[in-house]
C-alpha cells in the first residue's frame, strides 16, 4: 500500500534504484519547484502539483496569466525574433525577406509617429466617413449598411460587422466548398453585451469608443450621444444572436438555401449582389448557387432591426468597428487609451515589450512563411518520430475503450472504431515548408513594405481574404499542407471535418515534451494532449461527424441518448465547480467539448504508458523524489496545466471560454480515474475521490 498523506509522500525514503542520469536532475528540480508537498494529493491534487507555481509565480504587468503554455510562448517567441531580426543575405527566399520587412515596418515607430493618425483618417474618409467625426457634413443618402461593406472589403477591413460572411468546407459533402452566413462578429463578447448598456465591462466599452472618437476629433457631447445610439444598436445585434450553449448541435446551424431561396426569405437584401461584390475578383455565383445559413432567426430579426435603425446609427457602428480594427497599428498615444480599456477587460496593465508584439504579428499573419524558417532552424526531428510512436499508442488504447464500453451497440461501435483508425494525424510540419518554390508561390502577389506599416497590415488582410474567398469553386484537399503549415504554434488540433490531429512543432518541447526524460513525464505531458484531440473526434460537437469527417447521424437512438445522459453528468459536475476569486461557476454546457477530451485524453494517456511499460521495462524514478513513475504520470499531466490568471482575466475566460481553467482540468478528470486513486490510495470520499464519478469514454 502507498502512504496516502503528503507527510508520509515527502518523508519516503529514497529508494536505490532511482536514477541518477544528470538530464533527469533538471526534470526533478521543475517537479520540485512546482509542487506543495505540504498538500494532501487526495485532497486537492493541483495544489499539491501546482502548489510552488501558484506561490513564486509573479504575473508580469504586461501579461493577463502565467501558464505552462505561456512559458513555452515566451521561448518560441525568442527563438523567432532570432530568425526574424537576422540579418538577410543577398539572395534570400522572398516570403522570408517579406516577413522581415514586415516586422521592420512594425519596429519602425518614428515612421508611425511621423504619420501620426493620418493612415486611419484617410482609410474613414475613403469608406465615406466616420458621422460622429463629420458632424453635421455627414449624409445619410450616400449609406447603406450593405455599401459599407463592399467598400471595407476593398479596402482590407472585414466584411462580419452585420452578417458574418465566410468560405467554408461543405459540412455534410466535404470535397466542396460552400458559402456560409452567420451572426454578425462583434467588437465585444455576446456574453458581456446581451447583459446590457450598464453591465461593467460594457461600460468600459462604450468610455472607450467614446474616447477614441474624441481623439480622432470628434465634438465629445456628440461622441457620448450618438456612440451610446451605436452601441445600443450592437447590444440588440447580440441579442438576436444565437448564445454559445445553443451552438452546439451542428446540424441545428446547417440550413442550406440557393441564392433564389434566400432572396424570397429574406427579400430586404439583395443577395446576389452582395455574394458577388463581396467574392469578386475571385469568384462569381449563379442564384442556385447553395448557401448555408447558420441561424435563419439571426437574418429574419436582422432585416427587421436593419430596416427601423436610422442609417446615421449603422455607420456610427460600422465606422467604430473599422476604426477600433485599426488602433493597434497607430501611435503611442491612442494605443495608451487602448490598453486602458484591455486593463479593465483582462486586467493586463502593461503592453509586451515592441519586438514581441512584432513577433506575435508577423508570425500570426504570415505563418507559413515564419514557421518555415521556424522549423528550418530550430526542430529536432527525433521528436516527430516519438510523437508519431505516442500517437499511435494512444489512439490504440482509444480503440481498446471503444471495444470495452457497454453503453454502445455493436453498429454504432463498429462505426466508432472506423473512425478513429481512420483519423489522421499531421505532427510537427509538412515537408512542403522545406520547399522554397512552393514558399514562393504560396506568397506569389502580396507586396510589403519595410516604411508603411498600416499599409503592409491591409495588404495582408486583402491576401488573406482574397485567398480564402477564392477556394469557393477549388476542390477539398484534406491533407493539403497550406492547412498544416502552421508549426510555430504551442497549441493543438482536432479537425472534425477531415478527422485529424494535428500537433505543430511549438507544442513538442518544454513542460509537454521532451526526449531526454522518462517516458512518464511525455505521456503524462504531451500524451494528455495527444488523448485530448482524439477524444474531441468523439465529444459533444466530434461524434456528429462520421469517419470521413461529413456531418451525418452515425448513432442508433438508445445509444446516443445513453451518451448524452453521460456528457450530462459531466456538464453537471463542472458547472457546480465555483472559482471563488471572480465568484463564479464555471459554465458546463460550452465547457463540455474540452472536458470530454480532458477526461478521456487523461485515461488514454495513461493506458498508453502502461502498456509502454509491458512492451519496454519499468522506469527509474527521477532523483531527489519518492514518487513511482505512475504518480510522475500524474504530477507531469498536473504541471501540464499549471496556471495562474489575473481576476479580470480568470472572470473574461470562464465568462466567454470554452476551456476550464487549468486548476479543473487537473482536479476534473483525475477525480473521476479511479487508476489515479489507486496510485495515490486516495480513500472512497475524499475530495479526488468521490464516490459519484463521471466517464464519458
Same mark, same amino acid.
Given at each position: 500500500?502507498?502512504?496516502?498523506?503528503?507527510?508520509?509522500?515527502?518523508?519516503?525514503?529514497?529508494?536505490?534504484?532511482?536514477?541518477?542520469?544528470?538530464?533527469?536532475?533538471?526534470?526533478?528540480?521543475?517537479?520540485?519547484?512546482?509542487?506543495?508537498?505540504?498538500?494532501?494529493?487526495?485532497?486537492?491534487?493541483?495544489?499539491?502539483?501546482?502548489?510552488?507555481?501558484?506561490?513564486?509565480?509573479?504575473?508580469?504587468?504586461?501579461?493577463?496569466?502565467?501558464?505552462?503554455?505561456?512559458?513555452?510562448?515566451?521561448?518560441?517567441?525568442?527563438?523567432?525574433?532570432?530568425?526574424?531580426?537576422?540579418?538577410?543575405?543577398?539572395?534570400?527566399?522572398?516570403?522570408?525577406?517579406?516577413?522581415?520587412?514586415?516586422?521592420?515596418?512594425?519596429?519602425?515607430?518614428?515612421?508611425?509617429?511621423?504619420?501620426?493618425?493620418?493612415?486611419?483618417?484617410?482609410?474613414?474618409?475613403?469608406?465615406?466617413?466616420?458621422?460622429?467625426?463629420?458632424?453635421?457634413?455627414?449624409?445619410?443618402?450616400?449609406?447603406?449598411?450593405?455599401?459599407?461593406?463592399?467598400?471595407?472589403?476593398?479596402?482590407?477591413?472585414?466584411?462580419?460587422?452585420?452578417?458574418?460572411?465566410?468560405?467554408?468546407?461543405?459540412?455534410?459533402?466535404?470535397?466542396?466548398?460552400?458559402?456560409?452566413?452567420?451572426?454578425?462578429?462583434?467588437?465585444?463578447?455576446?456574453?458581456?453585451?446581451?447583459?446590457?448598456?450598464?453591465?461593467?465591462?460594457?461600460?468600459?466599452?462604450?468610455?472607450?469608443?467614446?474616447?477614441?472618437?474624441?481623439?480622432?476629433?470628434?465634438?465629445?457631447?456628440?461622441?457620448?450621444?450618438?456612440?451610446?445610439?451605436?452601441?445600443?444598436?450592437?447590444?440588440?445585434?447580440?441579442?438576436?444572436?444565437?448564445?454559445?450553449?445553443?451552438?452546439?448541435?451542428?446540424?441545428?446551424?446547417?440550413?442550406?438555401?440557393?441564392?433564389?431561396?434566400?432572396?424570397?426569405?429574406?427579400?430586404?437584401?439583395?443577395?446576389?449582389?452582395?455574394?458577388?461584390?463581396?467574392?469578386?475578383?475571385?469568384?462569381?455565383?449563379?442564384?442556385?448557387?447553395?448557401?448555408?445559413?447558420?441561424?435563419?432567426?439571426?437574418?429574419?430579426?436582422?432585416?427587421?432591426?436593419?430596416?427601423?435603425?436610422?442609417?446615421?446609427?449603422?455607420?456610427?457602428?460600422?465606422?467604430?468597428?473599422?476604426?477600433?480594427? &485599426?488602433? #493597434?497599428?497607430?501611435?503611442?498615444?491612442?494605443?495608451?487609451?487602448?490598453? +486602458? =480599456?484591455?486593463? !479593465?477587460?483582462?486586467? %493586463? /496593465?502593461?503592453?509586451?515589450?515592441?519586438?514581441?508584439?512584432?513577433?506575435?504579428?508577423? &508570425?500570426? #499573419?504570415?505563418?507559413?512563411?515564419?514557421?518555415?524558417?521556424?522549423?528550418? +532552424? =530550430?526542430?529536432? !526531428?527525433?521528436?516527430? %518520430? /516519438?510523437?508519431?510512436?505516442?500517437?499511435?499508442?494512444?489512439?490504440?488504447?482509444?480503440?481498446?475503450?471503444?471495444?470495452?464500453?457497454?453503453?454502445?451497440?455493436?453498429?454504432?461501435? +463498429?462505426?466508432?472504431? !472506423?473512425?478513429?483508425?481512420?483519423?489522421?494525424?499531421?505532427?510537427?510540419?509538412?515537408?512542403?515548408?522545406?520547399?522554397?518554390?512552393?514558399?514562393?508561390?504560396?506568397?506569389?502577389?502580396?507586396?510589403?513594405?519595410?516604411?508603411?506599416?498600416?499599409?503592409?497590415?491591409?495588404?495582408?488582410?486583402?491576401?488573406?481574404?482574397?485567398?480564402?474567398?477564392?477556394?469557393?469553386?477549388?476542390?477539398?484537399?484534406?491533407?493539403?499542407?497550406?492547412?498544416?503549415?502552421?508549426?510555430?504554434?504551442?497549441?493543438?488540433?482536432?479537425?472534425?471535418?477531415?478527422?485529424?490531429?494535428?500537433?505543430?512543432?511549438?507544442?513538442?518541447?518544454?513542460?509537454?515534451?521532451?526526449?531526454?526524460?522518462?517516458?512518464?513525464?511525455?505521456?503524462?505531458?504531451?500524451?494528455?494532449?495527444?488523448?485530448?484531440?482524439?477524444?474531441?473526434?468523439?465529444?459533444?460537437?466530434?461524434?456528429?461527424?462520421?469517419?470521413?469527417?461529413?456531418?451525418?447521424?452515425?448513432?442508433?437512438?438508445?445509444?446516443?441518448?445513453?451518451?448524452?445522459?453521460?456528457?450530462?453528468?459531466?456538464?453537471?459536475?463542472?458547472?457546480?465547480?465555483?472559482?471563488?476569486?471572480?465568484?463564479?461557476?464555471?459554465?458546463?454546457?460550452?465547457?463540455?467539448?474540452?472536458?470530454?477530451?480532458?477526461?478521456?485524453?487523461?485515461?488514454?494517456?495513461?493506458?498508453?504508458?502502461?502498456?509502454?511499460?509491458?512492451?519496454?521495462?519499468?522506469?527509474?524514478?527521477?532523483?531527489?523524489?519518492?514518487?513511482?513513475?505512475?504518480?510522475?504520470?500524474?504530477?507531469?499531466?498536473?504541471?501540464?496545466?499549471?496556471?495562474?490568471?489575473?481576476?479580470?482575466?480568470?472572470?473574461?475566460?470562464?465568462?466567454?471560454?470554452?476551456?476550464?481553467?487549468?486548476?479543473?482540468?487537473?482536479?476534473?478528470?483525475?477525480?473521476?480515474?479511479?487508476?489515479?486513486?489507486?496510485?495515490?490510495?486516495?480513500?472512497?470520499?475524499?475530495?479526488?475521490?468521490?464516490?459519484?464519478?463521471?466517464?464519458?469514454?
Amino acid at each position: 500500500m502507498l502512504p496516502s498523506t503528503a507527510e508520509a509522500l515527502s518523508g519516503l525514503e529514497i529508494p536505490k534504484n532511482t536514477t541518477r542520469i544528470a538530464k533527469c536532475n533538471d526534470v526533478s528540480s521543475n517537479v520540485i519547484k512546482n509542487m506543495d508537498p505540504n498538500v494532501e494529493p487526495c485532497d486537492d491534487f493541483y495544489k499539491f502539483a501546482c502548489g510552488g507555481f501558484l506561490e513564486s509565480t509573479i504575473i508580469p504587468d504586461d501579461k493577463t496569466s502565467v501558464t505552462a503554455f505561456s512559458t513555452i510562448v515566451d521561448d518560441l517567441e525568442e527563438q523567432l525574433r532570432l530568425s526574424i531580426e537576422e540579418e538577410s543575405p543577398p539572395n534570400e527566399l522572398r516570403p522570408f525577406r517579406l516577413a522581415k520587412d514586415f516586422y521592420k515596418a512594425c519596429m519602425n515607430k518614428t515612421a508611425i509617429e511621423a504619420r501620426g493618425l493620418t493612415p486611419l483618417l484617410n482609410n474613414l474618409k475613403t469608406l465615406g466617413g466616420w458621422p460622429v467625426l463629420e458632424g453635421e457634413r455627414w449624409n445619410d443618402g450616400d449609406f447603406t449598411w450593405k455599401d459599407s461593406v463592399y467598400k471595407f472589403r476593398r479596402l482590407g477591413y472585414s466584411v462580419d460587422y452585420f452578417i458574418d460572411f465566410g468560405v467554408s468546407v461543405d459540412l455534410k459533402n466535404n470535397s466542396r466548398r460552400l458559402i456560409d452566413l452567420d451572426q454578425a462578429a462583434l467588437g465585444l463578447s455576446r456574453e458581456y453585451l446581451s447583459k446590457g448598456f450598464n453591465e461593467k465591462i460594457v461600460q468600459a466599452y462604450y468610455k472607450y469608443m467614446v474616447d477614441i472618437a474624441i481623439i480622432l476629433g470628434a465634438n465629445p457631447d456628440r461622441a457620448r450621444t450618438e456612440l451610446k445610439e451605436s452601441l445600443e444598436f450592437e447590444i440588440k445585434l447580440a441579442n438576436i444572436s444565437l448564445p454559445n450553449e445553443k451552438r452546439r448541435n451542428v446540424t441545428l446551424l446547417y440550413n442550406p438555401m440557393t441564392v433564389n431561396e434566400l432572396s424570397l426569405a429574406y427579400p430586404n437584401v439583395p443577395w446576389w449582389e452582395y455574394f458577388n461584390t463581396i467574392l469578386a475578383p475571385q469568384a462569381q455565383l449563379t442564384q442556385d448557387e447553395i448557401v448555408i445559413v447558420n441561424v435563419p432567426t439571426y437574418l429574419k430579426a436582422f432585416e427587421q432591426l436593419i430596416s427601423t435603425t436610422p442609417k446615421r446609427v449603422q455607420a456610427n457602428y460600422a465606422f467604430w468597428r473599422a476604426t477600433a480594427a &485599426s488602433i #493597434s497599428y497607430l501611435t503611442d498615444d491612442i494605443r495608451k487609451r487602448q490598453l +486602458k =480599456y484591455t486593463v !479593465e477587460l483582462n486586467g %493586463k /496593465t502593461e503592453r509586451e515589450p515592441r519586438w514581441k508584439e512584432c513577433v506575435d504579428i508577423v &508570425s500570426g #499573419s504570415m505563418a507559413i512563411s515564419v514557421g518555415s524558417m521556424y522549423v528550418r +532552424k =530550430y526542430f529536432k !526531428e527525433d521528436a516527430k %518520430k /516519438t510523437a508519431l510512436e505516442m500517437v499511435d499508442d494512444i489512439r490504440q488504447e482509444f480503440t481498446k475503450i471503444l471495444k470495452r464500453v457497454d453503453w454502445m451497440d455493436e453498429k454504432t461501435r +463498429k462505426n466508432a472504431l !472506423e473512425k478513429a483508425a481512420d483519423m489522421t494525424s499531421h505532427i510537427a510540419y509538412p515537408n512542403e515548408l522545406l520547399d522554397d518554390r512552393k514558399l514562393e508561390e504560396f506568397y506569389q502577389g502580396l507586396e510589403l513594405s519595410a516604411n508603411d506599416y498600416m499599409g503592409s497590415i491591409f495588404n495582408l488582410s486583402i491576401f488573406g481574404t482574397n485567398f480564402s474567398f477564392g477556394r469557393l469553386r477549388k476542390p477539398v484537399n484534406k491533407t493539403e499542407w497550406i492547412s498544416h503549415g502552421r508549426p510555430a504554434v504551442v497549441n493543438a488540433f482536432y479537425s472534425s471535418i477531415e478527422n485529424s490531429i494535428q500537433f505543430p512543432a511549438g507544442i513538442l518541447q518544454g513542460i509537454f515534451f521532451n526526449n531526454d526524460r522518462p517516458h512518464y513525464m511525455n505521456y503524462g505531458g504531451i500524451g494528455f494532449v495527444i488523448g485530448h484531440e482524439i477524444t474531441h473526434g468523439f465529444d459533444d460537437q466530434g461524434r456528429q461527424f462520421n469517419k470521413e469527417g461529413n456531418l451525418v447521424d452515425w448513432w442508433e437512438p438508445e445509444t446516443k441518448k445513453r451518451y448524452l445522459k453521460r456528457a450530462e453528468c459531466i456538464i453537471y459536475q463542472y458547472g457546480n465547480y465555483s472559482v471563488k476569486e471572480v465568484g463564479l461557476n464555471l459554465n458546463g454546457i460550452n465547457t463540455q467539448g474540452e472536458n470530454i477530451a480532458d477526461n478521456g485524453g487523461i485515461k488514454e494517456a495513461y493506458y498508453a504508458y502502461k502498456e509502454w511499460v509491458k512492451r519496454n521495462k519499468p522506469e527509474k524514478r527521477l532523483p531527489g523524489l519518492p514518487y513511482s513513475p505512475e504518480q510522475l504520470f500524474w504530477i507531469s499531466a498536473a504541471n501540464s496545466w499549471c496556471s495562474k490568471y489575473r481576476p479580470e482575466a480568470l472572470k473574461l475566460r470562464i465568462t466567454t471560454g470554452f476551456h476550464s481553467p487549468g486548476e479543473f482540468r487537473v482536479r476534473g478528470p483525475l477525480s473521476n480515474m479511479e487508476e489515479f486513486s489507486h496510485d495515490f490510495n486516495c480513500p472512497v470520499g475524499s475530495r479526488m475521490n468521490p464516490e459519484k464519478k463521471c466517464t464519458v469514454w
